[in-house]
């Protein structure tokens, strides 16, 4: 665990946008206050989509790995963050001192870039809300 940082984890179904988005945002709106991960029920890989809509403002997440959950069973977070609806289906590590639940649709289900834009802006305002 890196000394004096904030760890946060957002989780979501398959950590595929609305994780790796908002893994992306906190990084750059967080700084070096923060430790940020993200994982989810599965693994799969960083849509397209999420990547275009997160360079579109200047964060690029295409180095970003999709990760299982189940690799982060053993760590310690300060903060855990679910971003889907389907949050009761996600193991939870269980060794955090906070968990949230941000309950965004899932963007591949909308209608192209745009969904994914609304994802993206919704997470950033709810990580100026809620974590910085």
């Known amino acids: ?5 904030t760890r946060v984890l957002f989780l979501c179904v398959h950590n595929s946008a609305r994780s790796q988005m908002a893994e ?10 923060f430790e940020v991960v993200s994982a989810g029920v599965e ?5 397209p989509l999420a990547i275009q809509a997160m360079r ?9 790995r999709s990760k299982s959950v189940e690799e982060l069973m053993n760590d310690e977070f ?20 906070r ?3 941000w309950p965004f649709e899932d963007p591949s289900r909308g209608e192209g ?8 802006d919704g997470l950033k305002r ?7």
């Open 1 to 5: 665990m890196a000394p004096n940082k």
């Open 24 to 33: 992306g945002l906190l990084r750059r709106l967080g700084g070096d206050r």
């Open 43 to 47: 693994a799969t890989f960083v849509k």
């Open 56 to 64: 579109e403002i200047g964060i690029d997440i295409s180095a970003q």
């Open 78 to 97: 300060d903060t855990v963050v679910t971003v889907c609806g389907e949050y009761e289906s996600c193991p939870i590590p269980p060794k955090n001192k």
């Open 99 to 101: 968990l949230r639940h």
């Open 113 to 120: 870039i745009e969904a994914y834009r609304n994802v993206r």
């Open 126 to 132: 709810m990580i100026e809300i809620e974590l910085l």
